[in-house]
């Protein structure tokens, strides 16, 4: 991981932050590259760079040009976020490609939406393929702004439903991340459970600063104490690979449901213990069906040697292409329209951005961190000899929830 944090810092310094060249369409990816979420934004880049390469050897856009991922390291702060979004709008960057957190996402929309509607000739496109933040495609919704992942109420309305359908369950605890995402994932537990099995208690509920704690031992001693049967947790990164590893390590026995579980490092600290033990919602896993990636991870692997799991990095990029395509030229505005209503081909089945929000509707599956080897489980999670099971599908239309977006247009 050393060595990719470095290529990563190279990459950064050495890419030349200038507007794109007539056969090069340009893409900003501001994401976390350094700090304890780098090995999450180093992930991503690697993402997005393969289904990049995919779209420029099937010809690219516009009848041949090339589309490149250009990092910019935003420290996942919202501040420097901006300040990244900044640099890159000066130097003549018109799509921004950006994925954690919510707190940046939220600071990130609404800041070129602003700079959109003062200086429309130099909009900029915000291609959201990971922030969760619910309000991002309701009350905070913008034009300008298109989301590629299920957002925090369609993944939790899933899980909960799973959680609820465990008799077994009658305790349960929430540990979350101290900003919008994990506010909202506790907020929706809460909610939902209470509608589903309104006999279930929250025995306890602990909000924690995002990326500050080291040992997350205290908080698990805290769970164990309560007699906690679940826990929900919408932690990701080193953040549940921690907590994740604590539990572990004090032999706690309740599941957990996490809709994070199976983002990269998170297998890994998991291992034997986690195994029938941790259910997240996810878009794809290598053991999906239909799976219309397999040999796409399988080459991502053997060049990357980890894991490839984050579909919305691939939908993003590839209906970006289409929608270029569409609007025969890489403008913001022109792009935008040819985005929304979009329909495609997706490789769990089709897809579609909801004109109303820009919010797009995937299939998604309840998956079971398992043994490998068992029916249904060819491949495991790094290599861990365990790896995800699908308990439950659903359709894209099966996830699709009422929307409170009034958007401007412009």
């Known amino acids: ?14 890419s030349p932050l200038r507007p794109a060249a007539a056969d090069t369409i340009k893409i900003a990816q501001i994401d976390t590259f350094s700090g304890p979420f780098a090995n999450v934004g180093e992930s991503f880049l690697a993402h997005n760079r393969m289904t990049v390469e995919e779209v420029n050897a099937r010809g690219g856009v516009l009848g041949g ?12 702060n919202p501040q420097e976020s901006l300040l990244a979004l900044q640099q890159a709008i000066d130097q003549g960057f018109r799509i921004v490609l950006q994925a954690s957190g919510s707190a940046v996402a939220g600071a990130t929309a609404e800041a070129i939406a602003k700079h ?14 990971g922030a969760l933040d619910p309000a991002l495609t309701e009350a905070r919704c913008n034009f300008w702004h298109f989301r590629f ?5 369609m993944q939790m309305e899933a899980l909960s439903a799973a959680l609820a359908a465990r008799k077994d369950v009658r305790k349960v605890y929430l540990i979350n991340q101290d900003y919008a995402w994990g506010q909202s994932v506790a907020s929706d537990a809460r909610a939902m459970l209470a509608r589903r099995r309104p006999d279930i208690q929250i025995v306890g509920e602990d909000l924690h600063p995002l990326g500050k704690v080291k040992d997350f031992a205290p908080y698990v001693a805290k769970i164990k104490a309560s007699g906690a049967d679940a826990v929900v947790t919408g932690n990701w990164g080193n953040d549940l690979t921690l907590l994740v590893r604590a539990s572990r390590e004090a032999a706690l026995k309740a599941d957990y449901f996490a809709p994070l579980a199976y983002m990269q490092g998170t297998p890994t600290a998991m291992g034997e213990s986690g195994a029938d033990h941790v259910r997240s919602i996810v878009a794809w896993h290598a053991n999906a069906q239909p799976n219309g990636l ?3 991870a399988e080459a991502y692997k053997q060049r990357y040697h980890q894991d490839w799991y ?24 022109k792009v935008a329209k040819a985005l929304e209503g979009m329909k495609f081909a997706g490789p769990t089945g089709d897809v579609w951005m909801r004109a109303e929000d820009h919010q797009l509707m995937h299939p998604l599956y309840i998956a079971r961190f398992t043994k490998a080897g068992k029916p249904g489980v060819k491949y495991d999670a ?13 359709d894209a239309k099966d996830t699709v929830m009422p929307t409170s977006c009034n958007m401007q247009r412009p």
Do not use: C
């Open 382 to 394: 790094e290599n861990t000899g365990f790896g995800w099971a699908t308990e439950v599908r659903l």
């Open 65 to 76: 040009t090339k589309l490149e991922i250009v990092p910019i390291d935003g420290k996942g």
């Open 294 to 296: 397999e040999k796409f």
């Open 310 to 333: 984050w579909l919305s990095s691939y939908l993003a990029v590839r209906m970006l292409a289409n929608a270029i395509d569409q609007a025969g030229a890489a403008d913001p505005l």
């Open 116 to 129: 959109n509607s003062r200086d429309p000739e130099r909009a900029v496109l915000y291609i959201n393929y």
């Open 149 to 153: 992942i299920e957002h925090g109420h």
């Open 1 to 14: 991981m050393r060595t990719g944090r470095l290529l990563v810092a190279l990459a950064i310094a050495m």
